[in-house]
């Protein structure tokens, strides 16, 4: 499973060569359609659809996780509290991950803290 942070949204919503192969090389590992947790939103879009087209354009070929299961969120608030670090929306991305799931991020920093203590995440940094 590949889940995409907002930096990861951003990137992959260009349009051009090398998001092209990038797309290509999930596409042929299995990894498309990627999840985007909805909260992801909050940080990719800005309502503004001149400066949104080609984030919903690539949203529309994602799966959209829309709810927050409460063991879910539970997995989180654990994770975040463990690293010390991290904001919410990185731990359910993280938690989402999980078991041996991929989050692709511009930032692996705070991501990489919380995968140290989850259940075999990696963190793929674009």
């Known amino acids: 499973m590949l ?9 992959l919503a260009g349009r051009n060569r090398d998001v092209a ?10 990894l498309w359609p990627p999840v985007v947790p909805s909260v992801v939103l909050s ?15 690539l949203l529309r070929t994602c799966e959209i996780a829309e709810s927050l299961p409460e063991g879910l969120a539970r997995r989180a608030g654990a ?25 692709l ?10 995968a140290s203590h989850s259940d075999r995440v990696k963190i793929q940094e674009i």
């Open 105 to 114: 991020t511009g930032d692996a920093k705070d991501l990489s803290a919380l």
């Open 21 to 30: 192969a990038t797309i290509r090389v999930f596409v042929r590992d299995g």
């Open 43 to 57: 940080e990719s879009l800005t309502g503004r659809q001149d400066h949104d087209v080609n984030v919903n354009r």
């Open 79 to 103: 994770l975040r509290f463990r690293a010390g670090r991290g904001s919410a929306v990185d731990a359910i991305l993280v938690a989402s991950a999980e078991p041996a799931g991929t989050v």
């Open 3 to 11: 889940i995409l942070d907002s930096g990861a949204v951003s990137f």
